[in-house]
């Protein structure tokens, strides 16, 4: 069964729009940690955000915010007012405290910003 | 500056013909693992190494090798490769905390291999 789980294979929205990346994950672990990364048209990785599993508040950087709730296993990750440069691929990744030697990655939303 | 490098960025070969992709960091992780992304199939963890001499199979071990002779450097040979080794393969490196979690990833700019 996958650990991670981005059911959303390709958006497109209009230049300004907000758009929200789905990603839900599975673990037994009671210590976790969950990770975005973004994936430009250049094709490097780039890492955006970590949280813990003990931290369930929401974060906020300048357009980008993130939602985690536990109660439902989700990590959503919500762009406002989307640019042409957020055009990308966006992943989602689980790492486990216990089991913690992999990382296991979602299999990306591929975000196509319209101007 | 930190980072993590591998060479070489594209490489291009015929099936059989072995072949070694490395990876280095200047980082001192503990922690370095390789990946391929395939279209719809996202990253895959092929092998990850804990620690210099410590090395594990990720989900995709088969017809790859690694070695970790050095903290730095971790390299991706493939003794014979095939065709459905085509693909874009990623090194990564990240600190190991003691309550053994992997933490943020660091990603080399990736490979782009193509086995005729």
């Known amino acids: 069964a996958q650990k991670v789980t981005q059911a959303q294979t390709e958006i497109s929205v209009v230049e300004k729009e907000d758009v929200t990346l789905d990603c839900v994950y599975e673990t037994r672990d009671t210590t976790y940690y969950l990770f975005w990364y973004k994936q430009p048209p250049s094709g490097e990785l780039v890492f955006l955000i970590r949280r813990n599993s003990f931290d369930e508040q929401n974060e906020i950087s300048g357009r980008y915010s993130w939602n985690f709730q536990k109660s439902t296993s989700s990590f959503n990750f919500t762009i406002t007012a989307s640019q042409v440069v957020d055009s990308a691929v966006y992943f989602c990744a689980l790492s486990e405290a216990v089991s913690g030697n992999q990382f296991y990655f979602g299999t990306g939303t591929s975000l196509t910003v319209i101007p | 500056e930190a980072q993590v490098t591998q060479n070489p960025r594209y490489l291009i070969t015929v099936t059989g013909k072995k072949l070694t992709v490395t990876c280095s960091q200047n980082?001192?992780?503990?922690?370095m693992s390789w990946y391929r992304q395939d279209p719809g199939l996202g990253l895959r963890q092929i092998y990850y190494?804990?620690?210099?001499?410590?090395?594990d199979k990720g989900d995709v071990p088969e017809g790859y090798k690694v070695s970790r002779k050095e903290k730095r450097n971790f390299p991706l040979i493939l003794e014979s490769p095939s065709p459905n080794q085509t693909s874009l393969y990623f090194c990564?490196?990240?600190?190991?905390?003691?309550?053994?979690?992997?933490?943020?990833?660091?990603f080399g700019p990736g490979t782009r291999l193509t086995v005729l």
């Open positions: 980082m001192n992780h503990e922690y």
């Open positions: 190494s804990m620690n210099v001499e410590v090395t």
């Open positions: 990564a490196s990240s600190y190991r905390h003691r309550d053994r979690y992997t933490d943020t990833q660091y």
